[in-house]
């Protein structure tokens, strides 16, 4: 996957394997999936729907394909003997070129600290008179796992970490066994720690309504949850959401405009504009300058996230969350509002394409977060934000919520100094500018 390598090839330029191509020289992609002329049936499919199979089918999906490039370092990066910047890049370069890993995730990379900055913001936010439990969505190698797990064996009371459980809810089988074998290199974490391999957004899998406190963490999963597309033909045209569809003539793919529909996306909407029925003042205006400088409009809508959290509220009502993503990424051709990347490599080389139907199996697709509409909808799944569609008597009560930077969130909970070099840089805290995390805390508040 290459989304860690985008978002920070500003400030790293040569460490993810040299992820540049010719752009005078022809783009071959790296496989022709099996399935990448029926990835559309004979009936058009949401754009979620779309994005969905071409990253998780079972057989031809992106990350059915690459479970083996998420990369677990042999052993943690000793910072602290680093000269500076120009050696920890050198550091790097070497790492990638011996692994042959397509990314290092940033909990890999900083290991054993920054899963461990995060099980201290548990410990201290956490209230550890009840059994502790932490769910954890796409554990990638199962190294936050472990790194949280050691932190609380070695820091909370005995009787925190003796009765304490740890869920992975894992897609990818392949990733699920990955997890299995890093955890259990500590023995004492095996009772503790179980991976259910299935998708999380399915509700049936969560089984009966867990009634205690718990937590759930999700490391760079919203940029890979499928998103919808709506467009408008000019700035006051009514949205219109997207469908693909086959071309009738030939093999490829194109859009197909419907007016909303959708329950999804007629939430995100609501909550992206809850006063668009208000504002009416300037509606002349608006239509004259539309029709003299009409301009369409294609905005990207978090769905997929949206029924994330509509089934973790439902299934974990006393969950609290803690997320950590892209706030935005860099160099996207995808025209509309939270664009994605479109990403394929071959031989070390990576391209980003300029159209997200040309991603059928070969790609990775990601997405930046928009992290005031996350609160948004996390408010909204908890019942608490009201949209006019809802019933007065739609129950909920009011989360404590905060964004801080990655650099601010480690300062917070971490320990810094174990990232820094000798001159003082600090790749933690320096490198990943782009990157915030996300926490949700229920209260008794109404």
Known sequence: MLSRSHSTRNLLPFI??????????????PFQAPFSTHIVGEKPILVRDFIH????????????????????????????????????????DKIYKQSGISWFTPVELFKPWYAQGIAEAIM?????SVPLKIYEIGGGSGTCAKGIMDYIMLNAPPRVYNSMTYTSVEISPALAEIQKQTVGEVRSHQSKFKVECRDAT?????????????????????????HDLIYSENQVSPWMEVWVEKQLDREGLSELYK??????????????????????QSSSVSKTWSKLFPKSRRCWL??????????????????SLIASDFSYLPDVKIPGERAPLVSTKKDGHSSDYSSYLDAKGDADIFFPTDFWLLEHIDHYCSGWLKLQKDKPSKQGKKRRTITLDTSSFMEEFGLPSKTRTKDGYNPLLDDFKNTKFYLSVPTHNK
């Not at 079972?58 to 910047?85: A, C, D, M, T, W």
């Open 16 to 29: 993810f394997n040299n992820l540049k191509v010719n752009p005078n020289e022809p783009f071959t992609p």
């Open 53 to 92: 199979l071409a990253l998780y089918d079972p057989n031809h999906g992106y990350f059915s394909q690459r479970s083996g490039s998420v990369g677990v370092l042999e052993r943690s990066i000793k910072f602290n003997q680093l000269e500076g910047r120009k050696a920890y890049m050198k550091h790097l």
């Open 259 to 280: 007016p909303l529909q959708d329950s999804l996306i007629k939430c995100c909407v609501e909550i992206l504009e809850p006063d668009k029925n208000n504002t009416r």
């Open 124 to 128: 201290r936010t956490s209230n550890l």
């Open 302 to 319: 978090p769905t997929g996230c949206m029924k994330l959290l509509e089934v973790l509220h439902a299934a974990l009502p006393k969950m």
């Open 202 to 226: 399915n509700k049936s899998g969560w089984g009966h309504v867990e009634q205690e406190p718990c937590w759930v963490i999700m490391l760079e999963v919203l940029d890979n949850l499928p």
